[in-house]
């Protein structure tokens, strides 16, 4: 990954990169990048933290506002030998304080406002590292951070030879979403995270696979795992046109997408459900899409078929995929304007497809005992991959009680059925005995076409509690009615816009957290022994 843009170059990708704000590493304001000139980016600022003091074998933290510059800078610190940890700046102070205890970096990268942000919360970010790099200046503000060094002052240091390491060697540390608290900090090694997930994405399968003509846009949060691994697959497969969206406001986005109209677009499930609106402008911006991806979280069918339907292509699909940072993907299912039919009794999204073939084993145990159930019935989904990553940062006790055996603990409720597909139903931490939330959540979004999203959270001791985000944080109590017929007993909704939402730097719902803010308490009918 050191050379990665290096080596596309000199093989003569042609892929333009075009971004819908300039990187926050750069000098310059531009928005338009060769891959020859991404490679000498990414040699820069391996100058830049070797200047700073980062080499082989140290760890250096990225704390940044969004952008696809967490990954040039990830890629430059495996260039110098070290090991980057790619951090969310939509963490809380608190929870980046303790993700920093854990990594000990030599160098954190950083920017001047986000750490004014957390010392007026009382954590000094930059106290966690050696040094402390802001890639803005630190004279924006009225103080300095000490040991800080701003990026202008390390500019122009050449970068050292590349460094290799062995393929089960730590490569690169991310954190996992974080709904349920602090995120734990997951490390991969080049074998798992390159040699396992990216290259089984550098196949150019029919229909699916990225090809030399393609349009590719992502919309991500670049801070996670995912985008290390799709950086490394869509470089070396070279589509004509990279766009990399860092917004969720659809009229921010909307210019940015006709400008580079995608034939493929990869996006978090929030952002998708954000740039709905736009399917139903005249001349949408989706329409020469065929392929549509999305991971991290749940998807509705509402927002499934919206896209589908706003496609010009012949026959578009839509692939979601199922897995965690600790495993990467471990099922994926493809949907067709068919399979997400509103015609249908029911468009379920639930069923996840089989598992990854050849790569991937999957096996539902009974919570308590650990003894495998057969089809049909709902237990803990364990799977078993060799894209397991190596462990937990800080935390190797939490990690190898998420170990039963040779089989990973993925903490999610499931059912196997007799075709070896796999039905989700809930996190066990976030499950209740009267219905499967996400089940539940599909049907309301189904009926109530006014809602944004639909939650439904899961009480210790009393019925589901429902909540609605419309857009304006309204919603008549008859069309409520009408949408829960026939359901088990829920709760009056709560009825709130997206903003008052908590959520996670991937737009998923932070439940523990929405649930205290609307009840003052935490507990569910799950354990919580396996987040």
Known sequence: MGVLFDECAELGAATRVYLDRPFDIAADAKTDYSVAELAVLVQDAAGWLAAAGAGPGDRVAIVKDNHWDYDLLACAAVRIGAVPAQLSAHLSGDALEILLKRLEPKLLVSTAGLLERCRQVGVD????????????????LDWAAPGSVALDDLRGHRAPAPVRRHDDQPLVINHTSGTTGVPKLVVHSTRTIIGKLARFETIRYPRIGVR?????????????GRTFCWTASVM????KEVSIITQQDPDVVDPVL??????????MPASFVRFRPLTDRLDNPFRQV?????????????????????????????????GQTETGPLTFRFHTRRSVSA????????????????KTRLR?????????????????????TGARALTYVGEPDRWAAKQVGSWWNTG???????NGSVQLLDREVDRTPQLSCLATEDLLEDRLPQAVECIVLGCAGEEPLPVVVTADGELEQDCWEQAVRGLPRLKSPVVLTWDQVPRTGTGKVRRAALLEQLTGRTKTSGSGRWT
């Open 125 to 140: 970010l930059a106290s966690f590292a050696d040094t402390a790099v802001t890639l803005d200046s630190a004279a924006v």
């Open 212 to 224: 030399r003509t393609d349009t590719v846009v992502n919309a991500s949060a670049f801070a996670h």
């Open 236 to 239: 070396c497969l070279a589509p």
């Open 258 to 267: 006709r400008a580079h109209p995608p034939t493929i677009i990869e996006a």
């Open 290 to 322: 065929r392929l549509f991806v999305s991971t991290y979280d749940a998807m509705h069918p509402p927002t499934i078929r919206a896209y589908l339907s706003a496609s010009r292509h012949r026959s578009p699909l839509w692939m979601q995929g199922w």
């Open 343 to 358: 015609a249908l009794p029911q468009s379920d999204t639930r069923h996840l497809g089989n598992p990854v073939p050849i």
């Open 364 to 384: 539902v145990v009974d919570p308590d005992t650990f003894d495998p159930l057969p089809p049909g019935r709902a237990g803990l989904v364990l799977a078993k």
């Open 412 to 418: 999610d409720i499931g059912i196997r059925n007799r």
